[in-house]
């Protein structure tokens, strides 16, 4: 679920908070929490505009709607207008809860206007609610049936007057979903197309208006009670049907319009409740694509682990034949290739304990520097693997295998050459986040690289494949160079993602 698109101005609000009485600010901060589904529901901008300490109208907050395009490409919450505003005067001059609707021109094109006054103590005005609604979105209104127009209008007075609760726990209204309005005595009274076309695909293919929510098994009375009798907005994800909704149910409260015969039954209770609207949200095909998403990840990780598995039973295997190796240099051999199996296998581990994509560096390298040193270090020789200096580097899978590769190569070519016969020594990896850029750095305290060494003419397996994998996976650069008195240092920096190829 997207989240609300609101935008407020916090210095305006300190303000308020400081200037004004503590019930005033309650009835503001309930204003506020519930602009978002309201500017959803009436498909139009809104704004809370308070009047600050210079007498000017101060914008403090902006709910831009998710049904329609917004109005506005940045929102002008922080900006002050002269109180001398036509609808401001008026509600100073009645001090009265009415609603001011006026034309005005907004970003070369005409709109309509909507405001209602917020009274403070004293019956005072000390804010508004304002609404701007675009051409389109006023024409479509004016066709809607009267019943959810009255409704509409009656909601936002409630939004103004602050008493509209638990709004904020709601998710968006979209354009794609169905609004209904319920009356006082829990009769559908008006269905948008998008709710119609939601309730036949339920199997309800007669009109619903006029008929009772106890008439329709969708649950949606429940729910209604459970909001007149709590007095705040409720949702809920249900399967109705063999279909998932999503519904809200936004409670109307204050006195219902009775129909003439209601009037002349003095006899009959009347409700506290003028009716409610609910919001319909199909969840089918997002769930079920969920459902598949899981399952598929289930089945990808299970492979992982499967090739993980098979990768370490290739190495025992491996490791039982280096032990019957005469030769010491087969020995040898047969090591560096469990190494790099081994950092292999460590990626597949990663991989079938998450859903993600992408890998920390950082933790693959502390698994390969231990794999590494349980497996190529003798126990004669006191040479000790090290991560230093090594940020959290989020990168794709691809890239992180590479890395791994790149890495135990050069470890076993540090092992190998870096250090003399039964010398001690220490080998220490750092990564550096550089924004676009990962610097991986592989230093050692040995003897240094050979008089007249150059790094393009070294044959060795292990730097042909480092050179390899940077060059033509990672698109980086790797360089081994002497650090005077203090071993060898080998550096390889590659861009974070492919898109960084060829910088």
């Known amino acids: ?18 200037h004004l009485g503590e019930e005033d600010v309650t009835q503001l901060q309930q204003v506020r929490l519930a602009m978002p589904i309201a500017a959803d529901v009436a498909r139009s901008d809104l704004f809370l505009q308070i009047l600050d300490e210079t007498g000017r109208i101060a914008v403090a907050t902006h709910a831009q709607p998710h049904s329609t395009s917004s109005l506005y490409q940045e929102s002008p919450v922080g900006r002050t207008y002269d109180s001398s505003e036509r609808w401001w005067m008026a509600a100073r001059a009645s001090r009265r809860r009415f609603r001011v609707h006026m034309e ?49 209008e009656h909601f936002l007075q409630m939004t103004a007057a602050g008493e509209v609760r ?41 009109d619903l208006r006029g008929r009772t929510l106890d008439e329709v098994a969708a649950g949606d009375l429940e729910l209604v009670r459970l909001a007149w009798e709590r007095q705040t907005c409720v949702s809920s994800e249900d399967r109705v049907r063999g279909r998932i909704l999503w519904r809200s149910v936004l409670p109307l409260l204050g006195p ?5 015969r209601e009037q002349i039954a003095p006899w009959r209770r009347i409700p506290d409740h003028y009716g409610a609207f609910i919001l319909v949200k199909d969840l089918t095909g997002e769930r079920e694509q969920q459902q598949e998403l899981k399952v598929k990840n289930a089945m990808i990780r299970e492979v992982h682990h499967r090739v993980k598995n098979n990768l370490q039973l290739l190495v025992s295997i491996m490791r039982m034949q280096a032990r019957r190796a005469a ?22 581990e990663s991989l079938s304990l998450g859903e993600d994509q992408t890998l920390n560096l950082r933790e693959i390298a502390q698994r390969i520097l231990g794999q590494v040193q349980q497996s190529s270090i003798g126990p004669a020789a006191h040479i ?11 990168l794709p899978t691809n890239r ?13 070519n540090a092992i190998k050459h870096g250090f003399a016969e039964g010398e001690g020594g220490r080998i220490v990896v750092s990564l550096y986040d550089q924004g676009e850029m990962v610097e991986m750095r592989i230093q050692d305290d040995g003897q240094g690289l050979p008089t007249g060494f150059k790094l393009e003419q070294e044959a060795s397996l292990g730097l042909d494949i480092v050179r390899t994998l940077v060059h033509d996976d990672l698109k980086g650069t790797f360089s081994l160079h002497s650090q005077p008195g203090s071993g060898t240092q080998a550096v390889v920096r590659f861009p974070k993602t492919m898109s960084g190829e060829g910088r």
Do not use: K
């Open 1 to 18: 679920m997207n989240a609300h698109r609101l935008h407020s101005d916090e210095a305006i609000w300190q303000w308020a908070r400081a």
């Open 104 to 152: 005005v021109s907004l970003n070369a094109q005409e709109v309509g206007q909507q405001v209602w006054p917020i009274l403070g103590a004293g019956r005072r005005p000390v804010a508004a609610l304002v609404l701007y609604t675009n051409a389109i979105e006023r024409e479509r209104h004016r066709r809607r049936d009267p019943a959810f127009r009255r409704s509409l």
């Open 166 to 206: 638990g709004a904020e726990s709601l998710p968006p209204f979209h354009a794609q979903d169905g609004i209904l309005f319920v009356d006082h005595t829990a009769c559908y009274r008006y269905l948008s197309g998008q709710a119609h076309n939601l309730y036949r695909q339920l199997g309800y293919l007669d």
């Open 256 to 260: 219902p319009l009775l129909s003439l």
């Open 327 to 348: 030769a010491a240099e087969a020995q040898f051999l047969l090591t560096e290739a469990m190494n790099r199996i081994l950092s292999m296998a460590a990626i597949h």
């Open 384 to 394: 000790r693997l090290l991560l230093g200096d090594a940020a959290d580097i989020i």
């Open 400 to 412: 992180v295998t590479a890395c791994a590769l790149v890495l135990t190569e050069l470890l076993l």
